[in-house]
């Protein structure tokens, strides 16, 4: 089973994106916070990662830089409410980068995609 | 006999040296002087002398003496002398007093005065027209005069009336030509009083051209006026201003000069009354453009040469070329209509000065009466045409400021409104991107209860609704957000045809399933633009789903792309028409304002984000409307970016 890390500060979105994955039949765990991610990093092993722009403390883009210097070949998708950043060259070492919607279809077809890489 | 011919030798030696002192070129006191020392030699006399007549004062003043003075110092009119000599200037006869005479008139007074015995010898000064003054012998003693030494000294008088005549002349021209100057500056006083009355560009022209005409002015018959283009280098006809013909000609003069105004209260008003727009002259004048190189244009050579042309065929033969193509194509004024052909046309060229050159020229002509124009007239031409010139500048310059200003009032009001339109994009921005996210909570949940209702059951339907509504609100959002980001573009070099296929490649089932069939005919050679991919694709999008939603039931989409040149600037043109029916075209003018729509659903933003992102590009949208067919956009976008 592909474990897959949650990270985003909002509660709701954190419990919405696990029961959706879940029922996908991923592993799920969560982290609401950049230091938090970091640290699930060695626990959890995590076979892919969606992370949020927007956060506190350390931003998405940031968190992505920390990750990148361990996981150089971790599949990323940026998550966000932002579409700007699309077009930003800071994001290029993003895997994929997926603007937030209610339909969450997109998204669990980006995460079938890079998944079914390896 | 002898006595005679020594007595004639004598007196051709006198007169001789007095002739020879008289047309001599030395000042005329120092002639003066000499002769009246010639004649106290020649005379042998105690006390001779000239003395002036001015007729103003009728008065007598000395000018030149030999000698001691006389007994009773008189150099005014005011004594017994001064009789003496009144007497003479009335009769313009000599007076000869032999000092044991009978006594006449002032004499007796005189002889009273004057203890001794004396001489005396008046002889007038003149000529024909004029009385010049009294040349006096006087003797301390007895002396006779016999006739032939009185007749020497009437002849002496009138050699001596030469210098005094040329004298005269000489007054006479100094003050006349002292007089003209005066006048000239006068009359240019009162033009450029005129001048500085008003700022309007004709009414400038006008004056100046009215001032050269008028009879009170320069009293040339026509004038007209051209101004150089420097940048296409020609010259252009501004105004002219004169009568078509003879008669015109006398009645305007008499009208005009019947009222006793001052010159400048005439020009001030000129406007009102004697406009020269649709005359003959004036409308020949606008037509001629002439280019500044044409070397045998007397015209053009006044301007590049910088000097005036005085041109009378008579005397020099100078006239424009017979074969001018000006002379075909709009029957150059100049040669128009002269008195007995292009032997008797007289015309003036004169250049226009502004500050750093010339601007441009004046032509005058006196074609109905055929005065020849003098180099004065030149002279005073010129004078003018400094003043006129610079006015003419001023106009101009002024008339570029008011548009400079213009442009920058606009160019501020247009800015304000964009920063306006920013300022309410990122706020929008902002708010949009903090629904976002609820908005992702609250869809996505409901999708979830959805889900798990059974089928059957009615509450699904609640789901449904607030699912679509989501689904609503996540479609504004876009659209606002895409209508704020369309003002940062970032450029890169694409090929539009290639986006146009992509974007129609994209819809292809959905245009199929409508029945609208796509006609396309993209022009090979188009070069790559610099462009924005995805804010293009994304109008390209919005014009084709708009044409999509005007065909429900079937249609054709037309796409075309094409090059064009707009301005000197090049373009490559997109045009995409559909036969949807037609915008009404009550409306037209509104369908580019954000969230106006016809539509029963939508943001009523699509079209607004593509006028907003081919603004962006510097280009243009431009719609044309078919009330009952279609509607086809045409966007241009420019090649280059500019600078």
């Known amino acids: ?118 | 006999m002898k006595q005679m011919n020594s007595f004639i030798q004598r007196e051709c030696e006198i007169l001789g040296k007095i002739i020879r002192v008289s047309n001599s070129t030395l000042e005329i006191n120092t002639r003066l002087t000499r002769i009246v020392g010639i004649l106290a030699e020649a005379f042998s006399t105690d006390f001779c002398a000239l003395y002036s007549f001015h007729e103003d004062q009728s008065s007598f003043t000395l000018t030149a003496s030999s000698g001691r003075d006389l007994p009773e110092p008189d150099s005014s009119g005011n004594s017994q002398w001064g009789g003496l000599m009144e007497k003479v200037a009335q009769s313009r006869q000599p007076l000869f007093f032999e000092g044991d005479d009978q006594p006449v008139g002032n004499l007796k007074g005189m002889m009273s005065k004057v203890n001794s015995p004396f001489s005396l010898a008046l002889i007038p000064i003149a000529d024909d027209g004029f009385f010049y003054g009294v040349l006096l012998l006087y003797y301390a003693q007895l002396r006779r005069f016999g006739d032939e030494e009185r007749e020497s000294l009437l002849m002496a008088g009138s050699a001596i009336s030469g210098p005094f005549r040329n004298a005269r002349l000489d007054a006479t021209r100094v003050a006349q030509a002292k007089d003209r100057q005066a006048n000239q500056l006068s009359l240019l006083y009162e033009i450029n009083n005129a001048l500085l009355s008003t700022m309007k560009f004709e009414r400038i022209l006008h004056i100046i051209l009215t001032a050269i005409t008028i009879g009170d002015g320069m009293g040339f018959n026509r004038a007209m006026l051209f101004l150089t283009d420097e940048r296409r280098n020609r010259l252009a006809g501004m105004m002219g201003v004169g009568p078509d013909n003879a008669e015109e000609a006398g009645n305007i003069w008499k009208n005009l000069e019947g009222k006793r105004d001052k010159l400048s209260e005439i020009l001030s008003s000129i406007s009102h009354n004697y406009s020269p727009k649709g005359t003959h002259l004036d409308e020949r004048v606008r037509r001629v453009n002439i280019p500044l190189d044409k070397e045998e244009c007397i015209l053009a050579r006044t301007v590049t040469e910088q000097k005036p042309f005085n041109i009378d065929y008579e005397r020099d033969g100078l006239t424009c070329p017979e074969d001018c193509e000006l002379n075909r194509e709009v029957n150059c004024i100049l040669r128009s209509k002269s008195k007995g052909g292009i032997k008797s046309y007289r015309f003036a060229t004169v250049p226009l000065w502004g500050r750093e050159g010339t601007i441009g020229v004046v032509v005058v002509d006196n074609l109905y009466n055929g005065r020849p124009i003098t180099d004065d007239d030149i002279q005073l031409l010129t004078m003018f045409t400094r003043q006129a010139g610079l006015a003419i500048e001023n106009c101009i310059l002024y008339r570029y400021l008011e548009e400079a200003h213009w442009e920058l009032k606009e160019a501020q009001e247009t800015l304000l409104q964009r920063e306006k339109l920013a300022a309410l994009g990122e706020m929008a921005a902002n708010v949009a991107h903090e629904i976002r996210n609820p908005l992702v909570s609250i869809g996505a949940f409901t999708r979830r209860l959805y889900n798990k209702l059974d089928n059957g059951l009615y509450e699904k339907r609640y789901g449904e609704a607030i699912i679509k509504e989501v689904d609503r609100l996540e479609g504004i959002l876009n659209d606002v957000l895409s209508f704020s980001k369309a003002s940062k573009v970032v450029f890169e070099k694409f090929d539009l045809n290639r986006i146009i296929e992509e974007t129609l490649m994209g819809m292809e089932d959905e245009l199929k399933s409508q029945g609208i069939v796509v006609e396309k005919s993209l022009d090979d050679n188009l070069p790559e633009i610099p462009c924005d991919y995805q804010q293009i694709k994304q109008v390209f999008i919005n014009l084709f789903s708009n044409s999509r939603d005007a065909m429900r039931g079937g249609g054709r989409l037309t796409v075309k792309t094409f090059p064009l040149s707009q301005e000197s600037r090049d373009y490559i043109g997109i045009d995409i028409g559909d036969t949807g029916g037609g915008i009404p075209s009550e409306v037209l003018h509104n369908i580019f304002n954000p969230f106006f729509t016809t539509k029963g659903w939508g943001t009523g933003l699509g079209l607004a984000i593509c006028h907003r992102i081919v603004d962006g590009h510097r280009g243009v949208i431009e719609v044309d409307n078919d009330p009952d067919r279609g509607v086809t956009f045409t966007v241009k976008l420019p090649i280059e970016r500019e600078a």
């Open chain 1, 1 to 118: 089973m592909k474990k897959i890390l949650v990270v985003d500060d909002e509660e709701n979105l954190r419990l919405l994106y696990q029961e959706e994955l879940e029922e996908e039949g991923y592993a799920v765990e969560v982290a609401a916070h950049g230091q938090e991610a970091l640290d699930k990093l060695s626990t959890f092993k995590p076979d892919l990662i969606t992370l949020d722009i927007k956060m506190p403390g350390m931003d998405g883009v940031e968190t992505l830089q920390r990750i990148r210097d361990v996981h150089r070949d971790l599949p990323v998708i940026l998550c966000s409410a932002y579409g700007e950043y699309k077009q930003d060259l800071t994001t290029w070492a993003s895997d994929a980068y997926v603007i937030k919607t209610s339909d969450l279809t997109e998204l669990k077809e980006t995460i079938r995609i890079l998944l079914s890489r390896d």
